[in-house]
């Protein structure tokens, strides 16, 4: 059975699935109207299930006219393979982990073998100094951002 989060979040897949160029502009507090819920649990969803890493940009304009503007930013065919490389990232992650998952990008083919050293130097560079969690949250925030503008190939 899904829960509420989940029927929130397929509802507003859906809507951004419907619209134009994958732009979306909802009020939050018509959504919790929908779902018959808190607008907090609505903010929950947008800031858990339409991240950056999850290929999505949320705006939020306050006020009277206030709204939400939702817009799917991996219109690409492959926006698959996008999602799951942040899910593998997570929230933390260690150096060795790191490197497993930047091998397995370069042997599917996705990273030269140029980039994944430069990758690695770098992750090694910036989270040396850190302790856990730290270094492995730092990390992973990185290896996202990385694997981001790695993976974008725009005019390919």
């Not at 065919?77 to 150096?95: F, K």
């Not at 925030?141 to 190939?153: P, T, V, Y």
């Amino acid at each position: 059975m899904a829960t509420l989060v989940d029927l929130i979040e397929t509802y507003i897949r859906q809507l951004i699935a419907q619209a134009q160029e994958g732009v979306v502009d909802v009020r939050r507090c018509d959504l919790a109207g929908e779902f018959a819920c808190a607008p907090s649990q609505i903010n929950y969803v947008l800031t858990t299930r339409f991240t950056p890493e999850r290929g999505y940009i949320v705006e939020s304009r306050r006020g009277g006219g206030g709204y939400i503007r939702i817009i799917s930013s991996l219109e690409q065919p492959d926006s698959h393979v996008y999602t799951a490389v942040y899910e593998l990232v997570g929230e933390e992650m260690s150096l060795h982990e790191a490197e497993d998952l930047l091998q397995r990008l370069h042997d599917a083919g996705l990273l030269e073998l140029a980039r994944v050293a430069q990758v690695r130097r770098f992750l090694r560079c910036e989270t040396a100094r850190l302790r856990p969690p730290w270094g492995d949250r730092l990390r992973a925030g990185i290896m996202r951002g990385m694997l981001l503008l790695l993976l974008d190939k725009p005019n390919e």
